[in-house]
């Protein structure tokens, strides 16, 4: 008669070994390996751009460190993102 733990030898990965089927957790590891990669990518760029650049938007003229450029841009374009999904999320669910 085999006890509790004999069944489970392996881990909670080998009875996925032989399917399609991934582990459980498995893409949330791999959305997290790769968003970390991502955010270590432009960490990187934004601190080699640091010098000082010349901003002309519209009727606006300033001065300031490429950096804060680069991340001010990367807000918006996130809020932009996010309006744009949650329109479209909306109307999806309405119909």
């Known amino acids: 008669m085999a006890r509790a733990h004999d069944q489970n030898i392996g881990g909670p990965t080998a009875r996925y070994a032989g399917s399609a089927e991934p582990a459980p957790g498995t893409w949330a590891r791999v959305k997290l390996g790769i968003g970390l990669v991502a955010l270590a990518a432009l960490v990187l760029f934004l601190f080699q751009n640091l010098q000082q650049v010349d901003i002309h938007f519209l009727w606006f003229d300033w001065t300031t460190r490429m950096i804060w ?27």
């Open 69 to 95: 450029a680069l991340i001010g841009a990367a807000i918006a374009g996130g809020i932009a993102m996010a309006v744009f999904a949650t329109m479209r999320r909306r109307r999806r669910d309405a119909a």
